[in-house]
């Protein structure tokens, strides 16, 4: 068996644009192994990625030691360390408990009308113009737009919500930042911190009904309820709830536009919009790894893993294992049974609070895309660019061209159920967005 690569490869420009071939070089060589240029171990294929998720020798605990993180990032190591994403029962499930209702089925199917508008919106504005940059017109603010609604932040702080986001995103994706980058995302992380506990403790505007304002609200009443806790997971959401969420519009825009006839395929049979979700989730994910630290020492998949050491499971390279999905290179929106078994939501208790969210906008903006946008294509002006991380993929840019509207409006999409599975997609009449450091656990989980 030859000696992979190491997984750092992956932070250069040229391989992220032949990603999923890079990784399959690597699980080719070895679905489980050491890496000495990370310090981890690094796991492929989806047998082993999935078992190791769920497997009780392994934690999710990001940062067991605080004081070995660099001391400019403590201050942000200690705020993630309260979030659900980093921990193991019994603290995981009493934390995802506080909020999991504001992700119930139907509180979820209640934010449609809200996403229907938004995405008309901008599609709108965009439709004469016949160009956009998908990522800063669409992908970005929709997604920011809908998280904000569900925690009651008022329109004029979203900009301030989205700048303290990204230092914080850059942190978790990228240890290789320096100390003034450190420092930056420590500080956004604070700035955030104390507008959430003025934005959840204000008297003098009540908040708005049935959202996750007034279930923390109420919790914050609870003086058995750690305030510091409920603060920390709503910026957990309110910066994975629509960071990740960009990244999967932009990255299943381009997989569309990069495939014409699946594309086509889609604008004809609008019943394999749900399906489609799930192969274009599959197919390139916003979320690319999960961390996990051995409790103690432990065998997986014949390897011997030592306490302590980490195992980066690379969930983009586990969707793409042929053992698993049958030529996983191609867009497939009938292939059987994809939608249970892709890793992008990650796997067994750490699975995604928002899935259910993002499976709904990912619909509604795709067939906006679809059926609002004559003759949709790359601009060729500029080459796709991809954000500079392990942890998460996704485009800082995707310019697009398009046939210009020649009237002053272009017809609004139709509505998708409250379910979420795309209803069809025919126009409707208008209706009113890391490489790691030995033993700091630097990338996030899923």
């Known amino acids: 068996m030859s ?116 995405v008309d919106r901008i599609i709108t504005a965009a439709a004469p113009t016949g160009r956009m940059d998908i990522v800063a017109d669409l992908a970005r603010p929709l997604p920011l737009t809908i998280i904000c609604d569900l925690l009651d932040v008022p329109e004029a702080d979203r900009d301030a919500v989205a700048a303290w986001s990204e230092p914080v995103a850059e942190a978790i994706g990228n240890s290789r930042l320096d100390a003034d980058r450190n420092r930056e995302a420590s500080q956004s992380m604070a700035d955030m911190l104390a507008y959430l506990r003025e934005l959840l403790t204000r008297q003098d505007t009540p908040p708005a009904p049935d959202t996750l304002r007034a279930t923390v609200t109420a919790q914050a009443g609870n003086t058995d ?51 489609a979700v799930e192969e274009l989730l599959r197919y390139d994910a916003p979320v690319q790894l999960m961390l996990r630290r051995a409790r103690h ?51 067994g208790p750490h699975f995604c609070l928002g899935a259910a969210l993002a499976r709904l906008e990912g619909a509604i903006v795709l067939e906006a895309l679809l059926t609002r946008l004559p003759d949709l294509r790359l601009d060729g002006s500029e080459p796709p660019r991809w954000q500079r991380s392990l942890n998460f993929r996704g485009l800082t840019r995707l310019d697009v061209a398009f046939t210009p509207a020649s009237g002053a409006h272009t017809g609004a999409m139709l509505a998708t159920p409250a379910d979420g599975a795309a209803s069809g997609l025919a126009p409707a009449p208008h209706v009113g967005g890391c490489p790691v ?5 630097e990338v996030a989980g899923a």
């Open 3 to 118: 000696t992979p690569s190491s997984l750092l490869s992956a932070f250069r420009p040229k391989v992220q644009e032949r990603l999923y071939d890079f990784y399959e070089e690597l699980r080719s060589a070895d679905d489980l192994f050491w890496d000495r240029r990370t310090g981890a171990w690094i796991a492929t294929g989806h047998a082993v990625v999935s078992s190791a998720a769920n497997h009780p020798g392994l934690s999710s605990v990001r940062y067991p030691d605080i004081e070995a993180v660099p001391e400019e990032l403590r201050p942000l190591a200690r705020v993630l360390s309260r979030q659900m994403l980093y921990n193991d029962a019994p603290d995981h499930p009493r934390l995802r408990a506080l909020i999991s209702k504001a992700f119930a089925p139907r509180a979820v199917a209640a934010l449609r009308a809200r996403i229907v508008e938004a």
């Open 437 to 441: 450091r030995p033993g700091a656990g």
């Open 297 to 347: 020492d432990l065998d997986l998949s014949g390897r011997r893993i030592g306490e302590g050491q980490t195992v980066l499971l690379v969930c983009g390279a586990a969707n793409r294992d042929p053992a698993v999905f049958p030529d996983p290179h191609v867009l497939d929106f009938e292939r059987a049974g994809s939608g249970g078994r892709h890793l992008s939501f990650g796997h």
């Open 225 to 275: 309820q750690d305030l510091d806790e409920l603060l920390a997971n709503c910026a957990l959401l309110l910066i994975a709830g629509h960071e990740t969420t960009t990244h999967f519009i932009g990255n299943a825009t381009l997989a569309l536009l990069r495939d014409p006839d699946a594309a086509d395929q889609l604008r004809r049979r609008p019943e394999l919009m749900p399906a």
